[in-house]
Nanobody
């Protein structure tokens, strides 16, 4: 199937930056989109950013709360999230997500990483 491995989380002061990485591996035929979600303590998981692969080169989408501060990018089967001007409220566990089709599978499926902790101190 498809495995996702995140890295790059950590502790940073407000106003600082972090870069998250997520590498997809396995018998992958095609990845349609990859993205990042986050879950803060006591809150539901929410979409942060997503990048798709399309005929025109793909597109990106961001949560309103991170627009202008976060940038999602992708290089083959690795997705990155550059986070600048971090705020206390960006604290949470960040999960990588991929909508992918493995070899010998007829369908696309959602895959999730284990998550990486991002803590922003005020």
């Amino acid at each position: 199937q498809v495995q996702l491995a995140e890295s790059g989380g950590g502790l940073v002061q407000a106003g600082g930056s972090l870069r998250l990485s997520c590498a997809a591996s396995g018998r992958i035929f095609r990845i349609d989109r990859m993205g990042w979600h986050r879950q803060a303590p006591g809150k539901q998981r929410e979409l942060v950013a997503v990048i798709t692969t399309g005929g025109t080169g793909g597109s990106t989408n961001y949560a309103d709360s991170v627009k202008g501060r976060f940038t999602i990018s992708r290089d083959k089967n690795t997705v990155y999230l550059q986070m600048n001007s971090l705020k206390y409220e960006d604290t949470g566990v960040y999960y990588c997500n991929a909508y992918a089709k493995p070899y010998l599978s007829r369908t696309y499926n959602e895959y999730w990483g284990q998550g990486t902790q991002v803590t922003v101190s005020s």
